[in-house]
C-alpha cells in the first residue's frame, strides 16, 4: 500500500471552542475508513481543511505526487441550475476536454443508473436519489483515487442507501465517509476514525467493533485514573505520617522526606509502572513493556516481542537496550541514606497493606498478617526512639 495523504499536526478551533488540536493521520491506498463523532466535534471542517476549501492555520496536510482526490459535494452550485444532467457532469473538466470527454461522461452516467433519454434532462428535474448519483458522478470524472463523501446518505431514501452501499462496496479505490449511518458504515468500511475531545482515536476495524474498542479504552483508561489516584492517595498519606514521625521525634531526615514526598505529588503526571499478569490489562494499559528474562532485562514498545521470547519462538536479545541483572538483584551501597530510604519504603508499604486488610469485609481479613505487620511497624518505632 501506498501513502495518499499525510497529516501533521494538525489544530483547528473557531470564535466558539477547539474542535482539535495536533490531530496526526495518514491514508493508505486500500483504505475504506469511516469518520465518525458527535455533531459539532469538527468531522466536516477536517474534511473542509483537507480538501483546501477552508484555510490551514495550523499544522501540515499534504498529497502524494500521483494522488488525484475528489470531494462529494452535498450541493451542486448555483451556476448549474439550469444544466442539463450531462452538461453538469462535464462541468468539472475544463471547457477544452469537454468535447472529447463527452463519450466517457455518459458512460458513467449509465453506470450511475442513468437511461440515455436522462443525459439532456434539467437538472431541476431529478428526484433526490439521482440527484446524489449526479454529484458522484462529478466527482468521479477526474478518476480520483481518494473520495471524500460528508453524509451522503442524508435525507436519501432507502433504495438509493442501497444503491450507494453497493457502488461503495464495489468501489476499488480509497474513501473517507462522514456518516451517522452505522449500517451503512459496516458494510463498507474497514478503518474507522472517531474524532473526540479534540482527538482523533485511530481502529482498524468497522463502525461498531470501533466503538465497542474505545469503550474498551475508556474502562482501561478509567482503571489506570483509579491506580494513579490511589498512588497519589497512598503518597499524600505517607507524607502527612512522615511529617509527624518527624515533628513527633525531631527527626530531620524524616521531614525532608515528607518534603520530598510533597513534590512528587505536585509533579505527578500520571506515569505508572504495572506489573501483572493479566494479559488484557497490561496490552489496553502500557506503552511500553518489560521482560525479565534470564537475568536479563528488556524493553520492547509492543507486547508481541515480549511473547514470542517467551514462548520461546524468539531468542533473548540482549544487545543495545538490555542489560543484565545480577544475582543479586541490585547491588547498592550500604550507607546511613541508602538504608533509611529502604526502611522507609517498607514502612510505608506495610502502612498501605494494613490500611487496606483494615477496610475488608472481617470474613476476608487476614489476622495472622495483620499481626505481623504491626509487629514490624513496632520496631519502626523502637528505630526512631534510638
Known amino acids: 500500500m501506498s501513502t495518499l495523504l499525510s497529516v501533521?499536526?494538525?489544530?483547528?478551533?473557531?470564535?466558539?471552542?477547539?474542535?482539535?488540536?495536533?490531530?496526526?493521520?495518514?491514508?493508505?491506498s486500500g483504505e475504506r475508513i469511516g469518520l465518525i463523532g458527535h455533531n459539532g466535534s469538527g468531522k466536516s471542517t477536517l474534511l473542509h481543511l483537507i480538501t483546501q476549501q477552508l484555510p490551514l492555520n495550523h499544522g501540515n496536510i499534504s498529497f502524494a505526487n500521483h494522488c488525484v482526490y475528489a470531494y462529494i459535494e452535498q450541493h451542486l452550485p448555483s451556476d448549474l441550475t439550469n444544466s442539463?444532467?450531462?452538461?453538469?457532469?462535464?462541468?468539472?473538466?475544463?471547457?477544452?476536454?469537454?468535447?472529447?470527454?463527452?463519450?466517457?461522461?455518459e458512460i458513467l452516467l449509465a453506470k450511475l443508473g442513468f437511461h440515455e433519454s436522462q443525459y439532456h434532462q434539467s437538472i431541476n428535474t431529478l428526484s433526490g436519489g439521482q440527484h446524489t448519483r449526479l454529484l458522484l458522478g462529478r466527482a468521479l470524472m477526474n478518476q480520483p483515487d481518494l473520495l471524500f463523501l460528508?453524509?451522503?446518505?442524508?435525507?436519501?431514501?432507502?433504495?438509493?442507501?442501497?444503491?450507494?452501499?453497493?457502488?461503495?462496496?464495489?468501489?476499488?479505490?480509497?474513501?473517507?465517509?462522514?456518516?451517522?449511518?452505522?449500517?451503512?458504515?459496516?458494510?463498507?468500511?474497514?478503518?474507522?476514525?472517531?474524532?473526540?475531545?479534540?482527538?482523533?482515536?485511530?481502529?482498524?476495524?468497522?463502525?461498531?467493533?470501533?466503538?465497542?474498542?474505545?469503550?474498551?479504552?475508556?474502562?482501561?483508561?478509567?482503571?489506570?485514573?483509579?491506580?494513579?489516584?490511589?498512588?497519589?492517595?497512598?503518597?499524600?498519606?505517607?507524607?502527612?505520617?512522615l511529617a509527624l514521625w518527624g515533628k513527633t521525634y525531631d527527626n530531620e531526615s524524616f521531614a525532608r522526606k515528607a518534603k520530598k514526598m510533597e513534590k512528587q505529588i505536585a509533579q505527578f503526571e500520571g506515569a505508572i509502572i504495572l506489573v501483572s499478569h493479566d494479559q488484557w490489562?497490561?496490552?489496553?494499559?502500557?506503552?511500553?513493556?518489560?521482560?525479565?528474562?534470564?537475568?536479563?532485562?528488556?524493553?520492547?514498545?509492543?507486547?508481541?516481542?515480549?511473547?514470542?521470547?517467551?514462548?520461546?519462538?524468539?531468542?533473548?536479545?540482549?544487545?543495545d537496550h538490555a542489560f543484565e541483572i545480577q544475582s543479586e538483584m541490585v547491588k547498592i551501597e550500604h550507607g546511613a541514606d541508602v538504608h533509611e530510604d529502604l526502611l522507609l519504603r517498607e514502612w510505608v508499604e506495610l502502612e498501605q497493606k494494613l490500611a487496606d486488610d483494615l477496610v475488608r469485609k472481617p470474613t476476608h481479613q487476614k489476622p495472622l498478617l495483620q499481626k505481623q505487620w504491626k509487629e514490624r511497624l513496632l520496631e519502626f518505632e523502637l528505630l526512631l526512639n534510638q
Request: aromatic residues 8%; hydrophobic residues 35%.
Open 8 to 28: 501533521q499536526s494538525v489544530s483547528y478551533e473557531t470564535s466558539i471552542k477547539k474542535l482539535f488540536e495536533n490531530i496526526s493521520f495518514s491514508i493508505q
Open 84 to 105: 442539463t444532467v450531462l452538461e453538469a457532469v462535464l462541468s468539472k473538466l475544463s471547457e477544452d476536454k469537454r468535447m472529447m470527454e463527452s463519450w466517457r461522461a
Open 150 to 241: 460528508d453524509e451522503p446518505s442524508n435525507h436519501l431514501d432507502l433504495p438509493t442507501i442501497l444503491w450507494l452501499t453497493q457502488f461503495l462496496q464495489n468501489w476499488r479505490g480509497t474513501f473517507v465517509l462522514v456518516s451517522h449511518d452505522q449500517n451503512l458504515l459496516d458494510q463498507v468500511t474497514n478503518t474507522t476514525w472517531i474524532l473526540r475531545d479534540e482527538s482523533l482515536h485511530h481502529f482498524q476495524l468497522p463502525c461498531s467493533e470501533a466503538r465497542q474498542a474505545l469503550i474498551g479504552q475508556d474502562i482501561a483508561d478509567e482503571h489506570r485514573h483509579k491506580a494513579e489516584q490511589k498512588e497519589i492517595d497512598r503518597i499524600t498519606h505517607s507524607v502527612k505520617r
Open 281 to 319: 490489562l497490561i496490552e489496553n494499559s502500557c506503552q511500553r513493556f518489560g521482560l525479565i528474562h534470564q537475568q536479563h532485562f528488556i524493553e520492547y514498545s509492543e507486547p508481541e516481542s515480549a511473547y514470542q521470547v517467551l514462548l520461546g519462538t524468539t531468542a533473548l536479545d540482549t544487545c
